[in-house]
C-alpha cells in the first residue's frame, strides 16, 4: 500500500510540470497567432459585420418615405399604460399599435402586435363600434429586423372624453 501511494505520488509530481508546460502558450507568440494556430481552417471565415438600425434600401411599414429616423427601442422594453390606436399594416397581414404623442419626443414608431388573446380582444372591441378606438396598453417590446414588436400583457379601452346629451 505504501509502495503504490509513493509511485503514485512520483508519477504526479514528475508529471505536472509536462502538464502545465504544454498548457501555455509560447512567450512569442501573438494572441492572434495562437488564434490562427488553434482554430481550424485559420482566419479564412470573416467575422460577421454588426446591423446598422434603419440602413435597408427600402423604408420600414408604417414610415412615410422621407420621414426622420425614428430609434428603434431596445429588446425588453417595458412598455407601461401607453395610449394610442391599433391599424392595419399596408398588406393587411398584421396590426400595429400607433402611440399617442407623449408630448417629448413625439417620434414614438408605431409597433407591430403579436398576436395573442389581448390582440384578438382588441380587434372585436374595434370592430363593435363605429369610431376609432383609443386603447391603454402594456408589454414588452422585442425587436427583429430594425421593427419593433409588442406582445401584449394588458389592455383597457380608454374612454371617449365627450360628453352625450
Given at each position: 500500500?505504501?509502495?503504490t501511494?509513493?509511485?503514485?505520488?512520483?508519477?504526479?509530481?514528475?508529471?505536472?510540470?509536462?502538464?502545465?508546460?504544454?498548457?501555455?502558450?509560447?512567450?512569442?507568440?501573438?494572441?492572434?497567432?495562437?488564434?490562427?494556430?488553434?482554430?481550424?481552417?485559420?482566419?479564412?471565415?470573416?467575422?460577421?459585420?454588426?446591423?446598422?438600425?434603419?440602413?435597408?434600401?427600402?423604408?420600414?411599414?408604417?414610415?412615410?418615405?422621407?420621414?426622420?429616423?425614428?430609434?428603434?427601442?431596445?429588446?425588453?422594453?417595458?412598455?407601461?399604460?401607453?395610449?394610442?390606436?391599433?391599424?392595419r399594416?399596408?398588406d393587411?397581414?398584421?396590426?400595429?399599435?400607433?402611440?399617442?404623442?407623449?408630448?417629448?419626443?413625439?417620434?414614438?414608431?408605431?409597433?407591430?402586435?403579436?398576436?395573442?388573446?389581448?390582440?384578438?380582444?382588441?380587434?372585436?372591441?374595434?370592430?363593435?363600434?363605429?369610431r376609432?378606438?383609443?386603447?391603454?396598453?402594456?408589454?414588452?417590446?422585442?425587436?427583429?429586423?430594425?421593427?419593433?414588436?409588442?406582445?401584449l400583457?394588458?389592455?383597457?379601452?380608454?374612454?371617449?372624453?365627450?360628453?352625450?346629451?
Amino acid at each position: 500500500m505504501r509502495k503504490t501511494i509513493i509511485l503514485a505520488t512520483t508519477v504526479l509530481l514528475t508529471g505536472l510540470p509536462l502538464l502545465a508546460q504544454t498548457a501555455t502558450t509560447r512567450p512569442s507568440e501573438s494572441a492572434g497567432a495562437a488564434l490562427d494556430r488553434m482554430l481550424p481552417g485559420g482566419s479564412t471565415a470573416k467575422p460577421l459585420a454588426p446591423a446598422a438600425v434603419g440602413s435597408g434600401a427600402t423604408t420600414r411599414p408604417g414610415i412615410a418615405p422621407g420621414a426622420p429616423a425614428a430609434s428603434v427601442m431596445r429588446e425588453g422594453t417595458l412598455l407601461v399604460d401607453r395610449t394610442g390606436r391599433i391599424v392595419r399594416t399596408p398588406d393587411g397581414s398584421q396590426v400595429e399599435f400607433v402611440f399617442d404623442a407623449d408630448g417629448i419626443a413625439l417620434k414614438d414608431t408605431p409597433v407591430i402586435i403579436l398576436p395573442n388573446l389581448k390582440l384578438l380582444a382588441m380587434e372585436q372591441a374595434a370592430a363593435g363600434v363605429n369610431r376609432d378606438l383609443r386603447f391603454r396598453i402594456t408589454g414588452m417590446v422585442t425587436e427583429y429586423r430594425s421593427r419593433n414588436y409588442v406582445l401584449l400583457d394588458k389592455v383597457v379601452v380608454v374612454p371617449d372624453n365627450k360628453e352625450r346629451f
